[in-house]
């Protein structure tokens, strides 16, 4: 009689981060859920559909202020377990009435001012990076998805530095202002995701790969007596 032996192992590396618990992730199906605005004199609107897919965040900022977008409580604190993951989201220009600018070209504020830049920030430090350098804007078209790797190469620092901003975040902020001058943006599908694989440690690893080799175990004995591999 063969039975069949199933283990899992779990594990996580020595010294790294524990894998974060679940993806954080705004659809804007039901509302605007938590994201606001530094542009106070901006219009911020929850539209039901028309989103990538469903409902979508749209700012509108003909007032000439510029669109910084606020991360919620959800998206701040301890993000370690994040490190290795992506910070993904949607974006759309839906009216295009400013004019192109470059934010580091004499405008004041410089590149913070380009469309898809991104900072995340703590009492470690500051980390920043610009998803679309150059003042490039999205497209009139249809929906894009711009991603960023949660690693400090990515962001252009050192793999220790970024993990201690990553420990504890208090401000999290998306620049969707691509024009100088009138816009109006959607933006969808903000998520922070863990990494999708976890390593095992070395000894660890060895040890679920000598349990792939045992394939079934014959029971030619009563329980009381030692499990045999059949090797046939």
């Not at 910084?68 to 220009?93: R, V």
């Not at 003042?135 to 790797?149: C, H, K």
């Not at 080799?213 to 007596?225: D, F, I, K, N, Y």
């Amino acid at each position: 009689m063969k039975h069949v032996l199933l283990i899992t192992v779990l594990g996580t590396a020595p010294g790294s981060a524990p894998a974060a618990d679940a993806d954080v992730l705004a659809t804007f199906d039901n509302g605007l859920e938590g994201w606001g605005t530094a542009d106070i004199l901006g219009i911020t609107t929850h539209v039901a559909t028309g989103g990538n897919p469903g409902g979508y965040f749209q700012h509108d900022n003909s007032e000439l202020q510029f669109s910084i977008l606020i991360a919620p409580e959800a998206y701040l604190g301890d993000l370690s377990g994040y490190i290795g993951g992506a910070f993904p989201f949607d974006g759309i220009l839906l009216g295009d009435g400013g004019e192109f600018f470059n934010g580091p070209a004499g405008i004041p504020g410089g590149v913070f001012l380009d469309y898809g830049t991104i900072q995340i920030a703590g009492p470690a430090g500051t980390a920043q990076v610009d998803l679309l350098p150059g003042g490039t804007t999205p497209s009139l078209d249809g929906w894009q998805t711009y991603s960023i790797a949660l690693t400090g190469a990515a962001w252009g620092l050192s793999d220790a530095s970024f993990a201690a901003i990553m420990t504890d975040v208090t401000s999290l902020t998306i620049n969707i202002e691509g024009l100088w001058g009138p816009e109006v943006n959607g933006v969808d599908n903000i998520a922070l995701r863990g990494a999708t694989l976890v390593p095992l440690p070395g000894g660890l690893a060895l040890f679920a790969l000598s349990l792939l080799g045992l394939g079934a175990v014959r029971r030619s004995e009563p329980l009381s007596h030692p499990l045999t591999v059949d090797r046939r």
